[in-house]
């Protein structure tokens, strides 16, 4: 590593207590106490002199939100990824996939607590990430992707968005939940209004939604247990 990689990595973890930076959390918590970003600035392991190891682990981790599976040109055009750090980020990628891959369809959804297991990693955001979890008939997960980022209204969060992917995957039914980075759970009227146009859609497309969840690191709101998923 050059004495320019050296500074920006330190710039970016010098004020980071010991045992919380990603590596020696890992070794004193686990691999499952890091956030996706502090899990991600593993794998890019460095930054440039001009972008520390923080900022360009932000924009690989904006991009692996949007995309399930993003290709190698999108990863590289990252400025502070070049080829042979893009290639093995892609590996860890491909080798996550297989290995789950193993074990079928995803975990199955049957209580609000279930969908937060499933997004809580999403709740170090520092904005609100509108996420869809798409199920098939026995509620198992099929795949899980924010569908927008941003404050949630009806301008941001479209229906056709929300439902897209499981009328691709012949989803039967889908679990939405987003994040308040204030940490406050309570819904605002944006968020009533919003779960009730996404409602109306589900029906008229015959995808059922479970439930609406609002989650911090350590807690959730269910519109299901509070009697606000009617129509």
């Not at 892609?90 to 891959?101: N, Q």
């Not at 939405?176 to 779960?195: F, Q, Y």
């Amino acid at each position: 590593m050059t004495y320019e990689n050296s500074k920006a990595v330190w710039t970016a973890l010098s004020e980071i207590e010991r045992q919380d930076r990603p590596r020696e959390k890992m070794e004193l918590k686990g691999a499952g106490s890091l956030s996706d970003l502090e899990l991600i600035m593993l794998l890019v392991s460095s930054g440039t002199a001009e972008r520390p190891v923080n900022e360009v682990s932000s924009e690989l981790l904006a991009l692996l939100d949007k995309s399930e599976e993003p290709d190698y040109k999108s990863i590289c055009a990252i400025k502070g990824l070049g080829r042979a750090k893009s290639s093995q980020i892609l590996a860890a990628l491909e080798l996550g996939r297989r290995r789950m891959k193993k074990y079928g369809i995803g975990p199955s959804i049957s209580s609000p607590g279930d969908i937060f297991r499933e997004v809580r990693h999403y709740a170090t955001r520092d904005q609100e990430q509108f996420i869809v979890l798409v199920l098939n008939g026995a509620h198992e997960v099929l795949n899980v992707f924010v569908a927008t980022v941003g404050l949630v209204n009806k301008t941001l969060v479209h229906p056709r968005e929300i439902f897209s992917d499981a009328i691709q995957r012949r989803g039967t039914a889908i679990a939405i939940a987003h994040n308040h980075p204030s940490g406050k759970l309570d819904p605002s009227e944006d968020d009533i209004n919003v779960t009730k146009r996404i409602l109306i859609s589900g029906d008229i497309l015959g995808i059922k939604v479970l439930d609406h969840i609002i989650f911090s690191s350590s807690s959730y709101y269910s519109f299901l247990e509070h009697g606000l998923m009617d129509r």
